[in-house]
């Protein structure tokens, strides 16, 4: 049996009360997707369609069917483990030892990933190294989808055409279809304002809606010939847990969780419509707030990515570089979190009645997350 996929989850912020009693953090709510996507690959698939054939050929026909659909069950990929951590980036500041893991999973937050705050930087500075990491591959949700985007020398900024909110849809590229379960559009929450403005070199384009260009992107993987997976099991991480953005939080989470699934995730097939550094104060912009919005100014400055060191994608001694694949939206996100935060922005100001009721009138939506969660996790096996 190959061993347990060991994702970091490196939690960004703190969620609101209400989801905070359900879930404990924002690694609980990525817990409850992650199960529900690995158990959705580990599914047997469906049996044959029933014979249509005359009587006198129904016994053959149903022991034919016993029969492949006994084969169907021999196909069946075996339930896939998953060992979850959860690292409190925000105050704690703690990060993963990546030699232990196979993958870091950035969480989305109420500030910007344009700010330089000392923890944004040292985020940025972690996703580099594990981007130029031999076996640790990166995914990125909504702020992490920018902080990613940061980290390969992408601009960060916020967007003129305003927020997304609440269940919306965006067209998938070529390649988004290939990756997520060949649809040709899907619909999750967002949550956002600020946009990575440009796709980094050497990434590709996952989708794209009205309001932003770069709803995804997938640096592909450029690894050695011998499996990621199991290359380092011993050793741990340090210390982490809890939440981000004010914090609290725990000491280290780190078990082996069974397959499971998450209540009020619903999907949806339905069409659509058609960073570096910034100048900005050194007290953190939250995105969330009703901070200056003025304060959108960013340059891009000389960053180094995966692709900078050679053509083939290895360094001076022939290490390949690893991998991501972001989306900007919210997978992990469901009608009774997004319905808080919600509300609790229209109190704030933050959100005006118009865009408010409007958001809230698409909350209960269905969605895509676990399409989007289950793409992220062959991402992940895909050695």
Same mark, same amino acid.
């Given at each position: 049996?190959?061993?347990?996929? +060991?994702?970091?989850?490196?939690?960004?912020?703190?969620?609101?009360?209400?989801?905070?009693?359900?879930?404990?953090?924002?690694?609980?709510?990525?817990?409850?997707?992650?199960?529900?996507?690995?158990?959705?690959?580990?599914?047997?698939?469906?049996?044959?369609?029933?014979?249509?054939?005359?009587?006198?050929?129904?016994?053959?026909?149903?022991?034919?069917?016993?029969?492949?659909?006994?084969?169907?069950?021999?196909?069946?990929?075996?339930?896939?483990?998953?060992?979850?951590?959860?690292?409190?980036?925000?105050?704690?500041?703690?990060?993963?030892?990546?030699?232990?893991?196979?993958?870091?999973?950035?969480?989305?937050?109420?500030?910007?990933?344009?700010?330089?705050?000392?923890?944004?930087?040292?985020?940025?500075?972690?996703?580099?190294?594990?981007?130029?990491?031999?076996?640790? +591959?990166?995914?990125?949700?909504?702020?992490?989808?920018?902080?990613?985007?940061?980290?390969?020398?992408?601009?960060?900024? +916020?967007?003129?055409?305003?927020?997304?909110?609440?269940?919306?849809?965006?067209?998938?590229?070529?390649?988004?279809?290939?990756?997520?379960?060949?649809?040709?559009?899907?619909?999750?929450?967002?949550?956002?304002?600020?946009?990575?403005?440009?796709?980094?070199?050497?990434?590709?384009?996952?989708?794209?809606?009205?309001?932003?260009?770069?709803?995804?992107?997938?640096?592909?993987?450029?690894?050695?010939?011998?499996? +990621?997976?199991?290359?380092?099991?011993?050793?741990?991480?340090?210390?982490?847990?809890?939440?981000?953005?004010?914090?609290?939080?725990?000491?280290?989470?780190?078990?082996?969780?069974?397959?499971?699934?998450?209540?009020?995730?619903?999907?949806?097939?339905?069409?659509?419509?058609?960073?570096?550094?910034?100048?900005?104060?050194?007290?953190?912009?939250?995105?969330?707030?009703?901070?200056?919005?003025?304060?959108?100014?960013?340059?891009?400055?000389?960053?180094?990515?995966?692709?900078?060191?050679?053509?083939?994608?290895?360094?001076?001694?022939?290490?390949?570089?690893?991998?991501?694949?972001?989306?900007?939206?919210?997978?992990?996100?469901?009608?009774?979190?997004?319905?808080?935060?919600?509300?609790?922005?229209?109190?704030?100001?933050?959100?005006?009645?118009?865009?408010?009721?409007?958001?809230?009138?698409?909350?209960?939506?269905?969605?895509?997350?676990?399409?989007?969660?289950?793409?992220?996790?062959?991402?992940?096996?895909?050695?």
């Amino acid at each position: 049996m190959a061993p347990p996929l +060991r994702i970091a989850i490196l939690e960004c912020d703190t969620p609101l009360e209400g989801t905070r009693a359900k879930y404990g953090s924002y690694g609980g709510v990525f817990r409850s997707l992650l199960l529900s996507a690995a158990s959705s690959l580990s599914a047997p698939p469906p049996p044959p369609p029933l014979s249509t054939s005359a009587n006198n050929n129904t016994n053959n026909n149903n022991n034919n069917n016993k029969n492949n659909h006994n084969d169907k069950k021999s196909e069946t990929p075996p339930p896939l483990e998953l060992d979850l951590t959860t690292y409190d980036v925000v105050t704690k500041q703690t990060y993963p030892d990546l030699s232990t893991i196979d993958a870091i999973l950035l969480t989305g937050s109420r500030y910007s990933a344009f700010d330089n705050d000392p923890w944004i930087l040292a985020l940025v500075k972690h996703v580099q190294a594990a981007l130029f990491h031999q076996h640790v +591959r990166v995914l990125g949700i909504c702020f992490g989808h920018q902080i990613v985007g940061r980290a390969l020398g992408a601009k960060v900024a +916020r967007s003129p055409l305003g927020w997304e909110a609440s269940v919306l849809p965006f067209r998938l590229s070529s390649l988004g279809r290939e990756i997520f379960d060949g649809r040709s559009h899907l619909s999750l929450h967002q949550m956002h304002r600020d946009i990575v403005v440009e796709y980094p070199p050497g990434v590709e384009p996952l989708g794209e809606s009205e309001r932003c260009a770069t709803q995804g992107m997938l640096l592909r993987p450029r690894m050695n010939s011998h499996s +990621r997976r199991g290359s380092s099991r011993e050793g741990g991480g340090d210390g982490g847990g809890g939440g981000g953005g004010g914090g609290g939080g725990g000491g280290s989470v780190a078990s082996t969780v069974p397959i499971g699934s998450v209540g009020d995730t619903k999907s949806s097939a339905a069409p659509a419509p058609a960073t570096a550094p910034a100048t900005v104060p050194a007290t953190a912009t939250k995105e969330g707030a009703a901070a200056d919005t003025n304060n959108t100014d960013t340059k891009t400055t000389e960053t180094k990515t995966p692709d900078d060191d050679d053509n083939d994608g290895g360094d001076e001694n022939g290490v390949k570089k690893s991998g991501c694949i972001t989306v900007q939206g919210h997978p992990e996100f469901n009608e009774g979190i997004v319905r808080e935060l919600l509300q609790s922005r229209h109190a704030q100001g933050i959100f005006d009645d118009a865009t408010f009721e409007d958001a809230m009138r698409r909350v209960g939506l269905d969605h895509d997350g676990v399409v989007v969660a289950r793409g992220f996790l062959r991402f992940l096996l895909d050695d």
